[in-house]
């Protein structure tokens, strides 16, 4: 029984070293010239060394917003289509109301101007 598992260990154990092996290369290989800038960490495009308490554009969420929208709707979109011939009248209307719901939200994000750029 045991040897059914061997497949998954050794492609594990081939991931395991591959990605050894590309993390070392890229170590050795690559040009290693650190900044202040570079070191610094990155979050949402603000200077990293202000003030923690400093208040947020509401773009920011409202992105962030969009994004779970959109990935909500993909993550459930394509295996209800692929199974659309063979789903039942109540699969099709759960479908319908959560991308209703998901409509709602998009609507919301344009009035509030999370998809005008400046």
Partial sequence: ML???FPVLLFMLIGVVLGAVLLTAGRVIGPHKPSR???????????AFED???????RYYLVAILFIIFDLEIA????WAVTLDSISGAAFAAMGIFLFILVIGFIY??????????
Avoid: H, Q, T
């Fill in 52 to 58: 923690a308490r400093m208040k947020f554009d509401v």
């Fill in 3 to 5: 040897a059914n598992y």
């Fill in 76 to 79: 459930f979109l394509i295996p």
């Fill in 37 to 47: 800038e570079k070191n610094s960490p990155y979050e949402c495009g603000f200077e």
């Fill in 109 to 118: 994000e344009w009035k509030k101007g999370a998809l005008e750029w400046e």
